[in-house]
Structures are given as C-alpha cells and as structure tokens.
C-alpha cells in the first residue's frame, strides 16, 4: 500500500492525499520561485515535518515518563541557497514549559534531535534547534 499518491493540478500547484486517512495537502510554488505562495511549498512541507517529528518525538518520550507537553509550540524558518536552489538551514524554536527540570529537558531535547526526520536529512542541512523555557502562551 502506498503512503501517498499525488497529482498536478496544473500553475505549479499540486495535491497530495494520504493513503491511510484521505487527509488532502496543498503544496504551490513559492513566491521567489515562480509561484503564487498560496500553500505549502515542498520545502516548507520539509521544514514543517523536522518540527512535528521532533515534537510528535518529544510526546512520545513525556507520556512515557507522564510528562505534560500540552501548549508547546515550535516556529521554524528555512534558509535556501542559490546554487543549486535547495534549503540549506532549518532552524526550529521551540517553545517549552517552564515546570521541566534540567533531566527532563534534556531528554525531551536528545529526543527532538533524534527524530526520524532529523536523521534522515542532509548532513549539509543546517540545523538549528533551540529550546525557550517558560509559561505557555494557548
């Protein structure tokens, strides 16, 4: 069965269902490539996953030591280069509550870095990843 299965929908947009769930992605070309920047980029779509697999990591790593996550939230940024057009940075925000002791935030942290998605880009992907201990914003 296959993950995913895609199609052009023509002026650089193209649409992607998940298999398993029929959930539906958008992706269009960005702004400073020809496109419209009204979805997704794939490159944003490979930004957007380093932070929620880190993220889903971490919940992961809480439930199992009964540690609420719930409110953390991460903002991240991608950095292209030129030549050849690829990202080059990733850098990912996260935003952690203040209750978690220094054991605890360093294995939520050795979590997030370990995430699939991490291990699996470009060792010449930069990634920059910082954690901000404080009171949950909903």
């Known amino acids: 069965m296959s993950t995913a299965t895609a199609r052009y929908a023509g002026n650089l947009r193209s649409e992607a269902q998940h298999t398993a769930s029929g959930t539906t992605i958008v992706t ?4 400073d490539n ?16 380093l932070g929620t697999c880190m993220m889903t990591i971490m919940g992961i790593v809480a439930e199992r030591h009964q540690l609420d996550l719930t409110g953390v939230r991460f903002t991240v940024n991608k950095h292209m280069a030129a030549e050849p057009r690829r990202i080059a940075q990733i ?5 952690m509550p203040a209750t978690l002791t220094e054991k605890e935030r360093t294995l939520l ?3 997030a870095r370990t995430c699939p998605v991490a291990l699996s880009l ?5 990634q920059e990843v910082q954690f901000a201990y404080g009171e949950l914003v909903s």
């Open 28 to 31: 269009d070309a960005p702004l």
């Open 122 to 126: 470009n060792p010449e992907i930069r």
């Open 109 to 111: 942290e050795n979590a």
């Open 34 to 49: 020809h496109g419209r920047g009204e979805a997704f980029s794939p490159t944003d779509l490979v930004s957007a996953a």
């Open 91 to 95: 850098d990912v925000h996260f935003h």
